[in-house]
């Protein structure tokens, strides 16, 4: 029986040792499974085989007190020596780097670019026709809206500024663009957090003239400067992200002081099938009506993506309660008519 090429068995021996954990034991079996979920079918007598060799050379643990036997890396350091990065860690670098970069520090930019090249070269060396090195290419993530191309962010020293702030929770000096007014306004803020919204990506700050008010959202595409000072950032206790989603405007969450309110609608049916699939809230109720609309009952807060929902749907809905919502809806749509008359 041919032997296999030295560069498959090097290959199999590299996944297998990266396949076995430090924390707990796994048997030949689990070690099977694990490989043919990397794109390797590999008879257990062979690992078995392999889990020997292994053993002479590298710091692993056999427990040998039950049948089959059990494997593990005698530590975590004595794995991290040996390892450079396995496969499943590879495709979560690269789907990370693919769809969620702008939520790293981009003081780190440097370093993880190297780590990101070693990820994709990592899949690349799978082969044709390994699963994991076609993942990413398997998975799309498409923003809501219209898909508008993203803002144009600030330069890289200027998003580093921002990121040095935020790891060592320290105030910054910014100069920001206001939207739709001329001039640049200079602020020094304590910063909270990042928050990502669709393509937009936004510092989330006390101002350091009111920091017992509300939280600022600032947009990074509208920073032209931005300088981490030596102060430490100072926040009213408890004042932290969660508390700023609650205490937005409406636009980044619920408004302050929103209670909840029953919203009640009369929907087409498209529409109130669309709601049992993906329900307004959890203790939504759809009720068939006589003339084949049904009527969808739900508990919300009374937001901006709501009202956004509601107008996008407004030709397929009517909104039964609450009356000041209907009457909101009403007069907004009005107003769209009366833009859109000859």
């Known amino acids: 029986m041919p032997t296999a090429p030295k560069s498959q068995s090097l290959r199999r021996l590299i996944e297998l040792l990266a396949a076995i954990p430090a924390g707990r034991s796994v048997t030949p079996q689990d070690l099977q499974q694990e490989l043919a979920r990397r794109g390797l079918d590999v008879a257990a007598r062979t690992i078995q085989r392999d889990l020997r060799l292994l053993h002479q050379h590298f710091a692993l643990a056999c427990d040998e007190r039950s049948k089959p036997h059990g494997w593990r890396w005698q530590s975590a350091a004595a794995r991290n020596s040996v390892l450079g990065l396995s496969t499943p860690e590879a495709l979560g670098l690269v789907l990370l780097e693919r ?8 003081s780190w930019s440097e370093s993880l670019a190297a780590l990101f090249e070693q990820a994709r070269q990592k899949l690349d060396t799978l082969g044709p026709h390994a699963g994991p090195g076609h993942w990413p290419a398997k998975v799309h993530v498409v923003p809501p809206g219209l898909g508008a191309l993203p803002p144009t962010l600030p330069p890289q020293l200027v998003l580093a500024e921002v990121s040095e702030a935020l790891l060592h929770d320290r ?11 001329a001039g640049i306004a200079a602020y020094r803020v304590h910063p909270l957090g990042l928050l990502l919204r669709g393509r937009a990506l936004y510092l989330v700050a006390l ?25 430490p950032a100072q926040r009213p206790p408890g004042v932290d992200m969660a508390s ?53 009952e739900a508990l919300l807060t009374s937001s901006w993506e709501l009202r956004w929902w509601l107008q996008a749907h407004a030709h397929e809905l009517e909104v039964l309660a609450p009356a000041q919502l209907r009457a909101d809806l009403r007069r907004d749509l009005e107003a769209a008519l009366a833009r859109h008359r000859d």
């Open 171 to 181: 105030q910054l000096q910014l100069e920001y663009r206001k939207p739709s007014q």
């Open 244 to 296: 700023a989603m609650a205490q937005s405007s409406g636009h980044f969450g619920t408004p302050v002081g929103s209670a909840p309110v029953l919203l009640s609608l009369r929907c087409e049916p498209p529409l109130a099938h669309l709601l049992e699939e993906q329900p307004l809230g959890p203790d939504q109720v759809l009720t068939p009506e006589a003339d084949g609309r049904v009527r969808v």
């Open 99 to 106: 769809h969620l970069s702008l939520a790293l520090p981009a």
């Open 207 to 231: 101002s350091d003239a009111d920091r017992h008010g509300p939280p600022r959202h600032f947009a990074l595409h509208r920073l032209a400067s931005a300088t981490a000072l030596p102060q």
